[in-house]
Nanobody, 115 residues
Framework: QVQLVESGGGLVQPGGSLRLSCAASGNIFSGNTMGWYRQAPGKQRELVAT???????NYADSVKGRFTISRDNAKKMVWLQMNNLKPEDTAVYYC?????????WGQGTQVTVST
């Protein structure tokens, strides 16, 4: 049984930084993709960034140049470094892993950017 546990959310002022972590447990086979998605109130869940086990990354246009995704395949962990945060980044951030035809979501962690 694959499980994902996120941490690192919180309240930060505009221009500040946060680092989200996601730890996976269970069998995640090689060739998987780990990523971060977010959902703001009243909006659909959207992709933030993904990283394949081979090292390819993908970012939403809205976060390019501000967010960096990284992962450690051996530790089955993925991180999201978020810099220059804006109020519009406020959302629940979810970790997700895809392998084969399977997908697993984490429980989510709240990120609030406000004065």
């Amino acid at each position: 049984q694959v499980q994902l546990v996120e941490s690192g959310g919180g309240l930060v002022q505009p221009g500040g930084s946060l680092r989200l972590s996601c730890a996976a447990s269970g069998n995640i086979f090689s060739g998987n993709t780990m990523g971060w998605y977010r959902q703001a109130p009243g909006k659909q869940r959207e992709l933030v960034a993904t990283a394949t086990s081979g090292g390819s990354t993908n970012y939403a246009d809205s976060v390019k140049g501000r967010f960096t995704i990284s992962r450690d395949n051996a530790k089955k962990m993925v991180w999201l470094q978020m810099n220059n945060l804006k109020p519009e980044d406020t959302a629940v951030y979810y970790c997700r892993v895809d392998w084969g035809i399977s997908t697993k979501w984490g429980q989510g962690t709240q990120v609030t950017v406000s004065t």
